[in-house]
Structure formats: C-alpha cells, structure tokens
C-alpha cells in the first residue's frame, strides 16, 4: 500500500498549461509531472457527469409527447420504457416510480415492513432516512471490510421479535450474499427489499441480480448508469404486491370514480420516459465505454490502494470505481490535491449512516465507520477523456515510486 506523508501541492504554469506539482516528496521532478500529468487548463473532472443522449433521437420522442399531449398518468412512452427494461434487464413485475427514495417506500408499504429492518450503515442516506420516514426503526449490522456489502455471518445475531424485514444494499453494483440471505429471511419469516439502485444490468449467476428478494428497488437518476433525470423502479417478486404499489403510486385510485388504497402520487412521467428510451437506446456503448475506464483504473491502481473485492458470482456494469486509502488523513491530502487541479473524486459513502443524529444510538459498526472514513470514488462516465484517466492513474502512480 502507499503511503503519503506530506507534499504541498502547487501550480506551476508552462504555456499556459496547468500541471500537478508535488514539493517535498522526493524523487519527484517538476520535468517528470510536466511530461506525464497533462490536464486541460481548468477542465472540471467531476466524479460523475450526467449522460446527454443523441438530440435528434430524444427530439422524437418528446414530438410523441406534443402530438398527444399525454405528459403523464401512465401515457405511452412510460409503458414503451417499462416493457422494453424488462426485457432488457430480465425481470417482472417492474413498476416505474418517480425515484429511488419513493421506490423504498413504496415497497416497504407494499409488503407491510413494521417495526424493524435490519439493514447496512454503509450506503447513501436515503436507504436509512427512508425506514425512519415510514415508522420502520433500522437496525445496522456491520459490513464486509473487503466487499463493503452487509456481512451475512452477523445478521441473525441482530434479529429480534420486531423484526420484519431484510433490507441490504448491493454497493457499488457489487451483489450481496443472496443465497445466504435468502436462507436467513426464510429461517425467521422476513421480507427481503435490496437497495439496488447501483446495481442496473447486474447478473447473479447469469439471472439478474434484481430478481432476488421480494422486491428490489433502483433508482434512475441523473448521475446513475442508466436515468430518467429523476426516477426509479421497483422489481417485485410476487405479481400481487406489485399491483398493490401500482395503486400506492396513483394515490389509490383504481379507476376515475375508485379509491381501494391509501397511495400517494409517485409517478414517472413522459419526459422522463422519452430520456430513458434514449438512454436505453444507447446503453451499450455508455457501458462499454465506462468499462474503459473502469479496467484502466484498475489496470494500474491495484497494487497502490485498496480495491472492492467483487463478487465472483456477479457481473460489473462499472458504475463506480472506489478506492480506499490507508488512513483518513492520506485521503484528504490526496483529495485535497486532486481538487486544486480541478479533480472531484468523493467521498461515497460518508458518514457511516449508524452516526447519524436523528437516530437512536445503537452499537458503532466499527468496519462500517472505518472504511467510510478512508473510501474514495474517482470519476467515471462515458465522456471522460482516456488522457484525464491516464493522468489521475499517473498521479498515483509518481505518488507511489515516492515512497
């Protein structure tokens, strides 16, 4: 593992060319860096950028749209999109939803989830904020320190006669145990909802990844592999639960004059439908692409930080590319320097989601906190330029033959 201790980063100007310099690590020449780091004068590198698909093809859609004046409550193009992502993706019983957040609990209400969820503490803030939402107390079992997904082996220590429901995460589109889960939610009569919404594309064993549990949710937005700007979906196993949030989404209403069900409005819209037709339309090359950059990184960063072990049983659809460091403190300096020359990686996920303050205090998840405190996400979309890649791996890399 690398170590960096202290540098000070500068700007050193060459033809008006902007370059990283590292003073007070030895071995690094202002000639090396000026010959291998070579980014575009303030060129932002985000850790992600939203992808814009073809004009002309999203142009058609929306003329669809104009020639009806459907914009929403379920009109064609929002059926053409769930239709053609089931089959893409190989599910069932998909229902699309404004976003991830609604999707959570709108399938938590769906399946009757009380009382307490076992779940992770290392993921975005919506999967706990949206059990506290709804009256379901989250219980935080710790994580893999190697795979970041909720560790298996502690779950059914942390079970109690409150519990109703399993809800793991699927990190980084990085698939959970689901066999073994599957096995603890049937030993103790627990529903099963996976926070999928990095995990668009992902097989399991050559079946998709979110067919498992009773439902898994994926969000769409912007920042996502696959989006709708905002949006999401939920995947529900059993053909009934999926028609109970259908009537959920659209306040309740069965027909014009029929109300059978408390719902609130959690619809997708036409809009959205067209971007996603036009994603769709364009997925493979997007994850061709972002699979470049993925393998690059890859290629010559793991002999230097700390990678997601994969699961081996499961396909990358390279939505994220995290890195962990050996300390906080190396991570901010590194952050702090990639910053100045115009580079913003994050910080998913941080904070542990078991300190938050609106909670009960609970048992620090102690692998949970640590790996929060040292994790990295660099950047990683279709548009970014194989020569931004090739100087944020030789920032690592000069880094590293400092030691």
């Known amino acids: 593992m ?9 700007k050193w100007s060459i033809s008006r060319d902007y370059y990283l310099i590292l003073v007070g690590v ?7 860096l000026a010959n291998h780091i070579n980014l575009d004068k303030h060129e932002t590198i985000n850790v992600t950028k939203a992808y814009l698909p073809n004009r002309n093809n999203l142009d058609k859609y929306i003329d669809k749209i104009y020639s009806t004046a459907w914009m929403t409550n379920n009109g064609e193009l929002v059926n053409e999109l769930t239709v053609r992502l089931e089959g893409y993706l190989g599910v069932q019983n998909m229902l699309l939803v404004s976003n991830g957040t609604s999707a959570l609990q709108i399938a938590y209400k769906a399946l009757g989830v009380n009382g307490q969820a076992i779940t992770t503490p290392f993921s975005f803030v919506a999967t706990t904020s949206s059990l506290v939402w709804e009256g379901i107390e989250p219980i935080f079992v710790d994580i893999d320190s190697e795979t ?12 109690s006669s ?18 073994e889960i599957e096995l603890i939610a049937q030993k103790y009569g627990l529903k099963i909802i ?8 992902v097989k399991y064993k050559d079946k998709s990844l979110l067919s498992y549990g009773d439902a898994t949710i994926i969000s769409f937005h912007a920042t996502k592999l696959f989006h709708t700007i905002e949006g999401g979906a939920i995947i529900f196993k059993n053909k009934n639960d999926y028609e109970t949030a259908k009537l ?10 029929s109300i059978v069900e408390l719902g609130i409005n959690a619809k997708i819209n036409e809009f959205q439908a067209a971007m996603g037709l036009c994603i769709l339309d364009e997925i493979e090359s997007i994850i061709e692409r972002r699979a470049k950059i993925w393998h690059e990184y890859e290629t010559n960063l793991k002999n230097i930080v700390q990678l997601q072990k994969r699961n081996p049983s499961s396909s990358n659809n390279y939505s994220y590319f995290p890195i962990v460091f050996q300390t906080e403190k ?6 702090q320097a990639l910053n100045r020359n115009f580079i913003y990686p994050r910080r998913y996920f941080n904070p542990s989601l078991d300190t938050l303050g609106y909670l009960k205090k609970q048992k620090a998840q102690v692998v949970s ?8 996400c660099l950047p990683i979309y279709p548009d970014l330029k194989a020569k931004d890649v090739k100087s944020i791996c030789t920032f690592f890399k000069t880094l590293r033959s400092t030691e």
Do not use: W
């Open 2 to 10: 690398c170590h960096f201790d202290k540098y000070t980063l500068i």
């Open 26 to 32: 030895r071995n690094v020449s202002y000639k090396y």
């Open 148 to 159: 970041f997904c909720i560790d298996q082996s502690k779950i059914e220590r942390s079970i």
């Open 162 to 179: 409150e519990t109703t429901a399993i809800v793991p995460v699927h990190i980084f589109g990085n698939a959970c145990d689901v066999e």
């Open 194 to 201: 996976y926070d999928g919404a990095h995990a668009f594309g």
């Open 248 to 257: 959920m989404i659209n306040f309740g209403i069965d027909d014009i004059d």
């Open 330 to 335: 190396e991570l901010l300096s590194i952050k």
């Open 369 to 376: 906190r640590d790996i929060a405190s040292r994790i990295l």
